[in-house]
């Protein structure tokens, strides 16, 4: 039976009244990982594959006046961005083991919740309180553009993730709802709007390695399953629609804040405000889900996110100030 286990945990904040960790994100090919949080700064970890353990290499702070909400590696490891509650968009560009700042963006109107990066590294999504998706074009001289501002959700979006080989972004929000949106050939657009996707705030969401299938996690204490329909075979995802095939409750009255499938194994490890990392496995044959295994920490868990080059490592953020390290245990 697959389990975690704690083998580390790093210290991102020990700021008296700002201590919470928001997110910690995995660069692509697993060596870095940086944790932003409430004290408005930004750590980067490098992980020593002969240890199998991760030390502190930089950290970035002054830039952002508040929180810093979410933290993301470009797909090619050369850029860096962060989002913060001072609705501003910062980029830094990394070179041997150092971050310099090559720009920031402004136009959201409130705090700035996600941003995420396409599989091409091309686009930029961010998304806002102000209830907003913005997307955006980095261009030869290594500046991003405006390309769309859409508002099709009627409360605050808490989060953007992208297909993981298409140009397909998935945005959710306490609406309620989660939003799927491609591009046209001149600018982005909605493709499907999912209204009640959950009966309350969906707080996260994340893809299987085929892109066929997203799992989404919210306030109602669920996870549901959405399957990619399509008539043929070869229809592009952009144009396919997405159908619920199944869900799982937790018997908790704590919301799920945060939810990362595993692109190995199919387990998704799924967080919240119980203080517990739980993983789910995902059966293709039977399209269900069933809780193998939870781990306790010490607070409630922000985010969760699996290493994309080494499958058995998770990194969770906890309300404590921390970033707890897990291995797979199977």
């Given at each position: 039976m ?15 009244g ?9 660069n692509?090919?697993g060596?870095?990982?940086a944790?932003?949080g409430?004290d408005?700064?930004v750590?980067i ?8 353990e991760?030390t502190p ?9 508040r929180?810093?909400r979410?933290v993301?590696?470009s797909?090619c ?9 001072d609705?501003v968009?910062f ?9 310099e ?6 136009g ?9 990066f396409?599989?091409s ?7 806002s ?7 955006w ?5 290594d500046d ?11 409360g605050d979006v808490?989060f953007?993730?992208w297909?993981?080989s298409?140009?397909l ?8 709802s989660?939003?799927?949106y491609?591009f046209?050939?001149?600018?982005w ?12 705030t969906v707080w996260?969401?994340s893809f299987?390695?085929?892109?066929n ?6 306030a ?9 329909i399509?008539?043929?075979?070869t229809?592009?995802?952009s144009?396919?629609?997405w159908?619920k ?5 937790v018997?908790?009255?704590w919301p ?6 595993n692109?190995?194994n199919?387990l998704?490890?799924?967080g919240?405000g ?6 789910l ?6 399209e ?5 295994s939870?781990?306790g920490v010490e607070d ?7 290493n994309p ?8 953020s906890?309300d404590?100030?921390?970033v ?7």
């Open positions: 697959a389990s975690l286990k704690v083998i580390q945990r790093l210290e991102h904040s020990d700021a008296a700002a201590r919470r960790t928001w997110a910690a994100r995995w692509h090919s060596t870095l990982l944790s932003c409430e408005k700064s750590k970890w490098h992980r020593s594959a002969e240890k199998n991760l290499l930089s950290t970035i702070s002054g830039d952002h006046s929180s810093v979410y993301e590696f797909p490891g050369s850029y860096l961005v962060t989002v913060g509650f609705a968009i980029v830094y560009q990394y070179s041997k083991g150092d971050f700042e090559i720009t920031q963006m402004e959201h109107e409130n705090e700035i919740k996600c941003c995420a396409s599989p590294g091309t686009h930029l999504a961010s998304c309180r102000d209830k907003s998706v913005w997307f074009r980095m261009d030869d001289d991003f553009q405006v390309t769309s501002v859409l508002q099709p959700h009627t808490k953007v993730t297909h993981p298409e140009d972004l998935v945005s959710c929000s306490y609406d309620c989660i939003k799927f491609r046209d050939g001149e600018e657009v909605t493709q499907q709007r999912i209204e009640n996707a959950h009966d309350s996260s969401a299987d390695f085929t892109g299938y997203l799992a989404t996690s919210g109602d204490r669920r996870v549901n399953i959405w399957k990619r399509s008539d043929n075979s229809t592009s995802v144009t396919s629609s159908q095939i199944c869900q799982f409750e018997n908790r009255r799920l804040y945060s939810i990362s499938w692109h190995v199919d998704l490890a799924v919240g119980d203080s517990r990392v739980r993983l496995q995902f059966d293709r044959e039977s269900t889900l069933t809780e193998v939870s781990l409630e868990v922000n985010n969760v996110s699996w080059a080494e499958s058995s490592l998770l990194a969770v906890c404590d100030g921390s707890v390290i897990c291995e797979l245990q199977q």
